[in-house]
């Protein structure tokens, strides 16, 4: 758990303790849904018998097993939430804290030695957002790794022990929601690290220009350098229309999982009609399998390589080799070692996958910048500074188009779900009807039904992401060099502050525009 280059290398025996009671409680999480299937398919047969009248005590019975149940679950979620956020936040302060000393320690002909950007911008972005990540990780992306272990590893025997036909016919179905998770996952990935490396260089492009102003301004050099900057920003916006599309491919392939409703209602009718089986069981058998099999691609994408390396050293041979590895697998920092990298050339696998859309490089929000930077700072100025919804809209009117599109195909999926939840639920009074032929008959309906929402959530999915990607990339461009145009036309002595260093000028650059792309 500790061992060295680890991600808990940090963890003391306090995190230790509460890494242990966090893990019971994801497991106790995910138990949460067999065990729940378990009781309610009791519960639907009981509804659904021959019998119009239920019984209080029959009611009363399966009340308080469901109570108990939430009570625990409510109970181990409580446990999950508080210890794996506490032993978060205390390993990335240790993190932060190590980091920076080692950084400290460092010779002279170190920082001589960076490319791309200065050694500033490269600390502050360690310290403010990859041992961000590193904490998100551990508080949130681990616990619920290990939900979705417990309930894939818990939904399989529930679903064998209500119907193991129905439930050894599905299975393959189950195993198919691995392939969009691990194979386009990890085009995902690459695209990320593509992206993380284009920032960077645009990023530098940027700090460049603002620690060197007074040149800048003396060879009257802003309009090259917004050329040089929106040059670097295209890249970044072609390989995150990619990434768009690529995230569209992603969720829509999921859509097999009304494919696989569709085969699983098939062979229910058969298993109630011909085997004799009670429809409840045969249900919540097929709920239990397509739930166990939904938990596959988040659990795919983690235990991978938590973060991707890419070691590199200082151009200049006669200074001191800096060890820029990544946070699992470099040493423990000694004298004359830092764990560096270049700004977000170090991407968690975790980062690109569907649960976790592309993130902002910073933390801090643009409250707390508006704060920082302006001594006459409240509610109603910062409401008059922020850009209205309506005015990011006009920016965005030459991709009207794209709006359009992707809007139709969001309402699209949208409408995927109810549809779905009506047809699931007919089905269920579907297999208690008495006519054989009708139950046959009717089950075949719905088998279309659900083929043609497979259909429908994969061209949704496509359209949606990827002309939101398309909005959502070309407005950030647009808003990063438009906010670098006006940096450009500031007075020599409002760079002069403390406060407006290139790498903080750089980390609003970079944050505020970010926090747009995230609300496409």
Request: proline share 4%; aromatic share 10%.
């Amino acid at each position: 758990m500790g061992k060295k280059g680890g991600i808990f290398r940090y963890a003391d025996g306090v995190d230790k303790l509460l890494m242990v009671f966090g893990t019971l409680g994801s497991i106790g999480d995910g138990l949460m849904t067999p065990l729940t299937m378990f009781v309610l398919s009791r519960v639907i047969n009981e509804y659904g018998g021959a019998t119009l009248s239920v019984s209080n005590e029959v009611v009363d019975k399966y009340g308080l097993r469901l109570l108990i149940l939430a009570i625990g679950v409510g109970i181990s979620a409580f446990m999950e939430g508080v210890c794996w956020t506490r032993t978060a936040e205390r390993q990335a302060s240790r993190m932060r804290i190590e980091y920076l000393k080692s950084v400290l320690r460092q010779e002279v002909a170190f920082f001589d030695s960076q490319a791309n950007s200065s050694i500033t911008f490269q600390v502050i972005s360690t310290i403010s957002s990859d041992a961000h990540l590193i904490q998100d990780t551990i508080a949130e992306k681990i616990p619920n790794c290990l939900a979705h272990l417990s309930s894939f590893i818990f939904c399989f025997p529930v679903a064998f022990v209500l119907s193991w036909r129905l439930a050894l016919a599905a299975l393959p179905c189950s195993i198919m929601f691995m392939i969009p998770g691990i194979g386009i996952g990890n085009v995902m990935k690459k695209l990320g690290g593509k992206i993380a490396g284009a920032y960077g260089v645009a990023g530098g492009i940027a700090e460049q220009a603002i620690s060197s102003i007074r040149t800048v301004y003396s060879y009257v050099g802003e309009n090259q350098t917004l050329k040089k900057f929106g040059i670097a920003l295209e890249k970044c916006t072609e390989l995150g229309i990619k990434q768009g599309f690529t995230k569209g491919l992603l969720i829509g392939s999921m859509g097999m999982i009304y494919a696989a409703w569709a085969f699983q209602a098939w062979v229910g009718s058969k298993l109630v009609t011909e085997r004799g089986e009670k429809g409840g069981l045969v249900f919540i058998s097929g709920i239990c399998v397509i739930l166990g099999g939904n938990g596959v691609p988040d659990i795919s994408y983690y235990p991978d390589d938590i973060i991707d390396q890419k070691t590199k050293h200082p151009r200049n041979p006669q200074a001191p080799k800096s060890g820029r590895s990544s946070w699992k697998n470099s040493p423990a920092p000694r004298s004359g070692e830092t764990n560096w990298h270049t700004p977000r050339s170090v991407t968690p696998s975790w980062q690109n996958s569907p649960a976790y859309p592309v993130t902002p490089i910073f933390s801090i929000s643009i409250e707390n910048s508006f704060q920082a930077h302006y001594d006459d700072f409240d509610d109603e100025n910062i409401s008059h500074r922020s850009s209205s919804l309506w005015r990011l809209l006009q920016m965005n009117a030459p991709e009207w188009k794209q709006t359009i599109l992707g809007c139709i195909g969001a309402a699209g999926f949208g409408a995927i779900q109810p549809v779905h939840a009506y047809c699931l639920g007919t089905v269920i009074s579907v297999y208690f009807q008495t006519d054989k032929s009708k139950i046959l008959s009717d089950t075949r309906f719905y088998c279309y039904i659900f083929l043609s929402l497979a259909v429908l959530s994969f061209i949704a999915n496509l359209l949606q992401h990827y002309n939101f990607a398309v909005m959502g990339e070309r407005l950030s461009k647009r808003v990063r060099i438009q906010m670098l145009e006006k940096i450009l036309t500031f007075e020599i002595g409002w760079f002069d502050k403390d406060d407006n260093t290139s790498a903080a000028i750089c980390a609003r650059l970079t944050t505020e525009a970010s926090m747009i792309l995230k609300s496409k």
